[in-house]
T-cell receptor
Framework: GQSLEQPSEVTAVEGAIVQINCTYQTSGFYGLSWYQQHDGGAPTFLSYNALDGLEETGRFSSFLSRSDSYGYLLLQELQMKDSASYFCAVTSGSGNTGKLIFGQGTTLQVKP | EPEVTQTPSHQVTQMGQEVILRCVPISNHLYFYWYRQILGQKVEFLVSFYNNEISEKSEIFDDQFSVERPDGSNFTLKIRSTKLEDSAMYFC????????????FGPGTRLLVL
């Protein structure tokens, strides 16, 4: 089967750094994405890793280790507006059709 | 900035009725997707669509579901005979290339089946 594991909840204070881990077990792995979702809203793309290593985009960074089937999202200089759900998602499928398999999501609460 | 749009934003229907959810993907995108999210749960893949045919579908996407691109701009999801368990938020997404790192999601249609 295909599964992704990520923590259900994380709490941090403004200005802090938080890391959200994701482990996956899927077939036909092409890459790992991270999406942000505010209550009732659409998932918004944050980052994508196809190769091992760290990708940095402003305050957000994402890491992938294909050999460990593991990745993480690093959020720095946390702001109140970062309170949201964060989903890791694997691009999977037999023919790279773009199918995204999502994790259960991590609810991040940023406190003042 | 181009965006994916969806209509309606909310739909309430009686069990057994047919519903059509509409999406307008980003204009130059070639790959289209439907996902659903039951309240409080993860986003689940339903179907991907390219070149006027389904390229992949999930186990959820059974015979009651169908997709269509009736013209050059719209992409629709039809549920023929709705069930209570079809109540969910339905998201349309599009990307320029298959496996494109970024899929752009629409705001969703919240479907409630009574």
């Amino acid at each position: 089967g295909q599964s992704l594991e990520q923590p259900s909840e994380v709490t941090a204070v403004e200005g802090a750094i938080v890391q959200i881990n994701c482990t996956y077990q899927t077939s036909g792995f092409y890459g790992l994405s991270w999406y942000q979702q505010h209550d009732g809203g659409a998932p918004t793309f944050l980052s994508y890793n196809a190769l091992d290593g760290l990708e940095e985009t402003g305050r957000f960074s994402s890491f992938l280790s294909r050999s460990d089937s593991y990745g993480y999202l690093l959020l720095q200089e946390l702001q109140m507006k970062d309170s949201a759900s964060y989903f890791c998602a694997v691009t999977s499928g037999s023919g790279n059709t773009g199918k995204l398999i999502f994790g259960q999501g991590t609810t991040l609460q940023v406190k003042p | 900035e181009p965006e994916v749009t969806q209509t309606p934003s909310h739909q309430v229907t009686q069990m057994g009725q047919e519903v059509i959810l509409r999406c307008v993907p980003i204009s130059n995108h070639l790959y289209f997707y439907w996902y659903r999210q039951i309240l409080g749960q993860k986003v689940e893949f339903l179907v991907s669509f390219y070149n006027n045919e389904i390229s992949e579908k999930s186990e959820i996407f059974d015979d009651q579901f169908s997709v269509e691109r009736p013209d050059g701009s719209n992409f629709t999801l039809k549920i023929r005979s709705t069930k209570l368990e079809d109540s969910a938020m339905y998201f349309c997404a599009s990307s320029l290339y298959s496996g494109e790192e970024t899929q752009y999601f629409g705001p969703g249609t919240r479907l409630l089946v009574l």
